[in-house]
């Protein structure tokens, strides 16, 4: 049977993010992709409005209809957007805790737009991190899951790798790609080893969709049944291939190139 694997996630209409990064991530790595829409958001860097959010209802539906008819390897979830979102995802993960389970706790787009509100925050570190075989934040939701300052070096990135799986997940990934003046590093801390992911800096603006199409890639590694280690070294390569070959549609912030790895040879 070919591996599958379901994302909880935000559609992201102009292409790079979300729902789309997921299911484009999920082919290119051989996985079949089943998906639940938790908000349509329309935005781009002009009109920062257009976030049109499904109920509660709709994403259980979602949920059940695919897992029932198709299941799955391996689970992701993206934006989630409101506190009733997230407690209704973490009851259905509830039901499939022997399924790996990748988090990243998306909370304010590359292009400005707010994907998760600010009171859901409680509940995400309560009720759904404790689910989570591994988390994903970036620097700035670190800082908003710690409610501190954002770490700023790689030394603040360690500390803060350590306090955040007192949370309880059972990994935690820290992207450092906002960090200034280092390499692309990430930190992986499994509660004793820290591992660390690193790639040269490629310069571009057009990285909308990194952070989803990294998660996405982790869930592929997971559902085909590849260990943590394994799996974020395949997926940092693959969206390092993306960020390299990354797309500008001549209108501000472009989109990571979910094909890259296949088209450029850099699997
Ligand atoms: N300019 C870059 N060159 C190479 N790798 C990068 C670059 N920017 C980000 N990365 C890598 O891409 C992956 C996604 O990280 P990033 O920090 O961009 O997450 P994100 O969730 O997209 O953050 P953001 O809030 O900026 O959207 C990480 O492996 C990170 O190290
Ligand atoms: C629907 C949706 N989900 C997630 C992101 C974050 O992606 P990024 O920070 O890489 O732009 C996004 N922009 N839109």
Same mark, same amino acid.
């Given at each position: 049977?070919?591996?599958?694997?379901?994302?909880?996630?935000?559609?992201?209409?102009?292409?790079?993010?979300?729902?789309?990064? $997921?299911?484009?991530?999920?082919?290119?790595?051989?996985?079949?992709?089943?998906?639940?829409?938790?908000?349509?958001?329309?935005?781009?860097?002009?009109?920062?409005?257009?976030?049109?959010?499904?109920?509660?209802?709709?994403?259980?539906?979602?949920?059940?209809?695919?897992?029932?008819?198709?299941?799955?390897?391996?689970?992701?979830?993206?934006? !989630?957007?409101? $506190?009733?979102?997230?407690?209704?995802?973490?009851?259905?993960?509830?039901?499939?805790?022997?399924?790996?389970?990748?988090?990243?706790?998306?909370?304010?787009?590359?292009?400005?737009?707010?994907?998760?509100?600010?009171?859901?925050?409680?509940?995400?570190?309560?009720?759904?991190?404790?689910?989570?075989?591994?988390?994903?934040?970036?620097?700035?939701?670190?800082?908003?899951?710690?409610?501190?300052?954002?770490?700023?070096? !790689?030394?603040?990135?360690?500390?803060?790798?350590?306090?955040?799986?007192?949370?309880?997940?059972?990994?935690?990934?820290?992207?450092?790609?906002?960090?200034?003046?280092?390499?692309?590093?990430?930190?992986?801390?499994?509660?004793?080893?820290?591992?660390?992911?690193?790639?040269?800096?490629?310069?571009?603006?057009?990285?909308?969709?990194?952070?989803?199409?990294?998660?996405?890639?982790?869930?592929?590694?997971?559902?085909?049944?590849?260990?943590?280690?394994?799996?974020?070294?395949?997926?940092?390569?693959?969206?390092?291939?993306?960020?390299?070959?990354?797309?500008?549609?001549?209108?501000?912030?472009?989109?990571?190139?979910?094909?890259?790895?296949?088209?450029?040879?850099?699997?």
């Amino acid at each position: 049977m070919i591996p599958r694997a379901l994302s909880i996630a935000g559609s992201a209409s102009q292409g790079s993010a979300g729902i789309q990064a $997921d299911l484009k991530t999920f082919e290119e790595l051989d996985v079949y992709g089943i998906s639940a829409v938790t908000a349509l958001v329309a935005n781009n860097e002009v009109t920062e409005k257009g976030v049109f959010t499904q109920s509660t209802e709709a994403v259980e539906a979602q949920v059940r209809s695919s897992m029932e008819h198709v299941g799955a390897d391996a689970l992701k979830t993206g934006m !989630l957007f409101t $506190d009733s979102i997230i407690k209704v995802t973490a009851e259905l993960l509830n039901q499939y805790s022997n399924i790996p389970y990748v988090l990243d706790p998306v909370m304010i787009g590359k292009m400005g737009t707010q994907l998760l509100k600010d009171e859901a925050i409680e509940s995400m570190k309560n009720e759904l991190i404790p689910l989570a075989t591994i988390i994903t934040p970036n620097l700035q939701e670190t800082g908003k899951l710690l409610d501190e300052k954002a770490p700023e070096t !790689l030394e603040e990135m360690e500390n803060a790798v350590k306090k955040l799986y007192e949370l309880g997940a059972d990994n935690v990934l820290i992207k450092g790609g906002a960090l200034k003046d280092y390499p692309a590093v990430d930190l992986l801390f499994d509660g004793e080893m820290m591992t660390e992911y690193r790639s040269e800096r490629i310069d571009t603006i057009h990285t909308s969709g990194a952070g989803c199409t990294y998660s996405a890639a982790i869930t592929a590694g997971l559902a085909k049944g590849m260990d943590l280690e394994n799996a974020v070294g395949e997926a940092k390569r693959f969206v390092t291939a993306a960020i390299r070959h990354a797309l500008s549609f001549d209108r501000g912030i472009g989109s990571t190139n979910h094909a890259a790895a296949r088209l450029f040879g850099e699997k």
